[in-house]
T-cell receptor
Framework: DAKTTQPTSMDCAEGRAANLPCNHS???????VYWYRQIHSQGPQYIIH???NNETNEMASLIITEDRKSSTLILPHATLRDTAVYYC??????????????FGTGTLLAVQP | GAVVSQHPSWVICKSGTSVKIECRSL??????MFWYRQFPKQSLMLMAT?????????EQGVEKDKFLINHASLTLSTLTVTSAHPEDSSFYIC??????????FGPGTRLTVL
């Protein structure tokens, strides 16, 4: 699986949009971009994933560059409960013994009141 | 999303004893389950991949005889930490993959070995 690079930490003011970048310059054509987050002492929570097109759900939006070498997770109106470590992971979409989620170091997002 | 449970949520044991952690997919069948370990202030580290009815595949550096994994049904996988020692104290998290290829995580089990 391709490696990802994320900033170690970021701050965001409550109510503002949080934009979390991720670089995945060695991503392969069949690899998806997944985002999970982990609130302290809990299991990771799925946020969103995408292949080429931008995606949006009730939690967030995912913007993938045209060359797919980077992406940005957007939390439109951050709240204090969004404080967590956010992980960007690239993974083959389907099947296979190597279809595993390998976590990097992630970005600690601290939402400030 | 689908629900994955773990039991117990925390456990304290004496050095040298064995501890079993259960992982259940509550509302879907999971042909594949994954076990992760997380030390304080570190990321999740994949330990092994468990397929129902077959032997688990362990990541490099993970001792299969120390971390026994059994995936006896499509909704249950167990991890047994044998002869636990203080250095095995960690946060153990399981994950289950649905037929739709989404992967859902349990709440984790905190193991403390005295």
């Amino acid at each position: 699986d391709a490696k990802t690079t994320q900033p170690t930490s970021m701050d965001c003011a409550e109510g503002r949009a949080a934009n979390l970048p991720c670089n995945h310059s060695t991503i392969s054509g069949n690899e998806y971009v997944y985002w999970y987050r982990q609130i302290h002492s809990q299991g990771p929570q799925y946020i969103i994933h995408g292949l080429k097109n931008n995606e949006t759900n009730e939690m967030a939006s995912l913007i993938i560059t045209e060359d797919r070498k980077s992406s940005t997770l957007i939390l439109p109106h951050a709240t204090l409960r969004d404080t967590a470590v956010y992980y960007c992971i690239v993974r083959v979409g389907r099947g296979g013994a190597t279809n595993k989620l390998i976590f990097g170091t992630g970005t600690l997002l601290a939402v400030q009141p | 999303g689908a629900v994955v449970s773990q039991h117990p949520s925390w456990v304290i044991c004496k050095s040298g004893t064995s501890v079993k952690i259960e992982c259940r997919s509550l509302d879907f069948q999971a042909t594949t389950m994954f076990w992760y370990r997380q030390f304080p202030k570190q990321s999740l580290m994949l330990m092994a991949t468990s397929n129902e009815g077959s032997k688990a595949t362990y990541e490099q550096g993970v001792e299969k005889d120390k971390f026994l994994i059994n995936h006896a049904s499509l909704t249950l996988s167990t991890l047994t930490v044998t002869s636990a020692h203080p250095e095995d104290s960690s946060f153990y998290i399981c994950s289950a993959r649905s037929g739709g290829n989404e992967q859902f995580f349990g709440p984790g089990t905190r193991l403390t070995v005295l």
